[in-house]
């Protein structure tokens, strides 16, 4: 007998008429600026892109954008900006014109808000996320087979981010609402009353962009980067020891 939880779980994406192509960076509000680059650049090995007295902009090895990680100067940690990539810029005239259809309030970040970066719309989504969609980045020369530079493991590119949430399966009809398809999910193990604790969601073609796991939040559980082979794991955690 299929379930609520189930049919959720088989639900197709919405066709939206925007087009979101990848999870794409990150933005950290950090207490102590200098340790914090210390730790993604010099012991994790990332390139900095661009740096000021108040942030800090890095990117691994292998991406061609401007950066994926943001590092900026504030009295209380959190998690600031949780940014995707469209594919056109007219895609995000059409976010925005969804985003109000919900009642969600939106916010327009012109070119040059942030280094490298051209404009971008900004978004509380329903549950307290910040999200934040862009189309236009400063593209560099990939360092990917500048071995004589590489530290760390080393981080080749974002991958994706884990999200906790009190309300998973709310949170994933969003996320289906956006075009995002789920590869798979957990639930309760209940034949009455199944529960869906976990999806895992994305629309650049690997296993998934977004992550949602039961949780106390809204809160980013972790963001990860891909490395090559997982030896390069093995030795950021031997070089993290002795940083």
């Known amino acids: 007998m299929s379930t609520p939880a189930r049919q959720l779980a088989n639900t197709a994406p919405a066709r939206t008429p925007f087009d979101i192509l990848r999870a794409a960076f990150v933005e950290l509000q950090v207490t102590d600026l200098h340790a914090s680059e210390h730790f993604y650049a010099e012991l994790l090995g990332m390139i900095v892109s661009a740096r000021s007295e108040e942030a800090v902009y890095l990117r691994g090895w292998e991406e061609r954008q401007h950066h994926s990680l943001i590092l900026r100067r504030a009295r209380v940690a959190t998690a600031a900006r949780l940014g995707f990539r469209v594919r056109a810029d007219r895609d995000l005239e059409l976010l925005a014109e969804h985003f109000d259809a919900m009642d969600l309030a939106t916010r327009w970040h012109e070119p040059g808000a942030d280094p490298g970066m051209g404009r971008s719309l900004r978004v509380w989504d329903p549950f307290g996320y910040p999200l934040e969609f862009f189309y236009a980045m400063q593209q560099f020369e990939t360092q990917h087979q500048r071995f004589d530079l590489h530290r760390g493991a080393p981080l080749l590119r974002f991958d994706h981010l884990n999200l906790h949430s009190p309300r998973v399966e709310d949170t994933f009809r969003f996320w289906l609402s956006l075009g995002f398809r789920c590869s798979e999910y957990i639930s309760t193990d209940s034949a009455t009353d199944e529960r869906i604790t976990g999806a895992?969601?994305?629309?650049?073609?690997?296993?998934?962009?977004?992550?949602?796991?039961?949780?106390?939040?809204?809160?980013?559980?972790?963001?990860?980067?891909?490395?090559?082979e997982p030896a390069g794991v093995l030795r950021a955690c031997d070089q993290l020891a002795g940083g």
């Open 200 to 228: 895992w969601l994305l629309r650049k073609p690997t296993v998934h962009d977004v992550g949602l796991t039961a949780g106390t939040g809204p809160r980013l559980h972790h963001f990860a980067y891909w490395i090559a």
